[in-house]
């Protein structure tokens, strides 16, 4: 039989991780942006950007 879930196990920790980078990366790129063309920034992309920041970093990478 084909059972495809048994083989593969999915890293969930690596996959959040991963996501909160990206979108603390995101986060900072339009405050860059805002900041260099409007000369002003948009707090809110500033504290997502520390809250994702500070939620990746958090996030333990053991391996098992």
Do not use: E, Q, R
């Amino acid at each position: 039989m084909c059972n495809l879930g048994s083989n593969k196990k999915m890293n969930w920790k690596k996959l959040a991780k991963t996501f909160f980078f990206v979108a603390s990366l995101l986060c900072g790129i339009v405050v860059s942006i805002m900041y260099t063309k409007l000369t002003f920034i948009d707090w809110p992309y500033v504290f997502g950007c520390i809250i994702f920041l500070v939620i990746a970093l958090l996030i333990p990478n053991n391996k098992s």
